[in-house]
C-alpha cells in the first residue's frame, strides 16, 4: 500500500483519507469529510464536512464540494466544478445540514471544468457533463449533457468514446464494448 500524501501547504483535518491519496497545495479538507483511496485532490479543492469521495477519484484544482454530496469511485471532476447543497439559500434564515439536498455521483462520472451541479441530483453511472454546464435534473448513465441548463445531447461508452446520439436496440463501442437501450432507463450492458 501506498502511504497518504498530504502536502505541507494543504490544510487537512480529516482522519478519513485514503491510502494513496495525493492532497495537493491549498486544498482544505475538512474534518468530517470522507477522501477514499488513490484519489487526487487539486490545489485550491474545499471538501466539507459531510462530503463523501470514492476511491481512485479526480478532484481537479478549484473543486468545491458541500456537505450531502457523495463522489463513487472512478469519478473524474474538472477544474472548479462547484456542487450545491441548498436549493434557496438566505444568509438570514441558516438550515442545518438535515434541510441540505443530497447529490450523488455515480461510478465512473465525468464532470468537465466550470460545470455547477444543483443539489438533489443524481448522475448516473459513467455518464459526460460538459464543461460549464448547469444541472438541475437527473442524469441517466452514458448519458452526454451539455448547456444551462443541461440537457441530453447523446451517449457516452465507460471509455469516454461517444457513441451514435439514437441508440434503437444495440451498439458496440470502438473499445469493443457493447451497450443497448433500456427503457425507462436509458443504455445498459449489452
Not at 469511485?73 to 447543497?85: A, I, Y
Not at 445540514?97 to 464532470?111: E, H, M, Q, W, Y
Not at 440537457?151 to 444495440?170: F, I, K, T
Amino acid at each position: 500500500m501506498t502511504a497518504r500524501f498530504i502536502h505541507p501547504q494543504a490544510l487537512c483535518e480529516s482522519d478519513e483519507v485514503g491510502d494513496g491519496t495525493r492532497v495537493w497545495a491549498f486544498a482544505h479538507v475538512l474534518k468530517g469529510a470522507r477522501v477514499g483511496r488513490d484519489c487526487n485532490i487539486g490545489d485550491h479543492a474545499y471538501l466539507e464536512a459531510g462530503a463523501v469521495v470514492g476511491d481512485r477519484v479526480t478532484v481537479k484544482n478549484g473543486v468545491l464540494l458541500w456537505d450531502g454530496v457523495t463522489v463513487e469511485d472512478d469519478v473524474f471532476l474538472g477544474p472548479h466544478v462547484v456542487f450545491t447543497n441548498d436549493l434557496n439559500p438566505r444568509a438570514a434564515y441558516k438550515k442545518p445540514p438535515s434541510g441540505f439536498l443530497p447529490t450523488r455521483v455515480r461510478r465512473g462520472a465525468t464532470i468537465g471544468a466550470n460545470a455547477t451541479i444543483v443539489c438533489g441530483v443524481t448522475l448516473g453511472e459513467s455518464c459526460f457533463v460538459g464543461a460549464g454546464s448547469v444541472v438541475v435534473e437527473d442524469v441517466p448513465a452514458l448519458a452526454l449533457v451539455v448547456g444551462n441548463p443541461g440537457r441530453q445531447v447523446g451517449w457516452m461508452c465507460a471509455c469516454g468514446q461517444r457513441l451514435p446520439d439514437e441508440v434503437r436496440d444495440a451498439v458496440r463501442c470502438a473499445c469493443g464494448k457493447a451497450w443497448r437501450a433500456v427503457a425507462g432507463v436509458g443504455l445498459g450492458p449489452g
